[in-house]
């Protein structure tokens, strides 16, 4: 069974889905979340909300306050981060770091 959540207080172009009840940064964000095909003359409606676990695994990351957004990169993509050690630039360590990607990129 389905948990809609409150409505929220929304501003700018932010949306809240009727169906599922998850915040969006933006209409194309919410766009996004919907996936399947719309009905035809043959065939029945299968348009349906993803899931958490879908919209993780394709690039939506949830934001502060809730609110999900479209990342440009994909989730748990390896980075390399520059750490000095030293003044001394062949002493620098070049690592890769798996992690998720920024909430605050979109």
């Given at each position: 069974m389905?948990?809609?959540?409150p409505r929220a207080k929304l501003t700018g172009r932010q949306t809240q889905c009727t169906s599922c009840g998850e915040l969006f940064v933006?209409?194309?964000?919410?766009?996004?979340?919907?996936v399947g095909s719309f009905e035809t003359r043959t065939t029945a409606s299968t348009r349906r909300c993803m899931t958490v676990e879908e919209m993780t695994d394709n690039r939506l990351l949830q934001r502060d306050g809730g609110f999900w957004a479209i990342?440009?990169?994909?989730?748990?993509?390896?980075?390399?981060?520059?750490?000095?050690?030293?003044?001394?630039?062949s002493?620098?360590?070049?690592?890769?770091?798996?992690g998720e990607a920024s909430a605050g990129v979109l």
């Open positions: 389905t948990t809609i959540k933006e209409v194309n964000t919410f766009d996004y979340h919907r990342s440009n990169r994909t989730p748990k993509t390896p980075r390399l981060t520059h750490q000095r050690k030293s003044s001394d630039p002493k620098d360590v070049l690592r890769v770091q798996e």
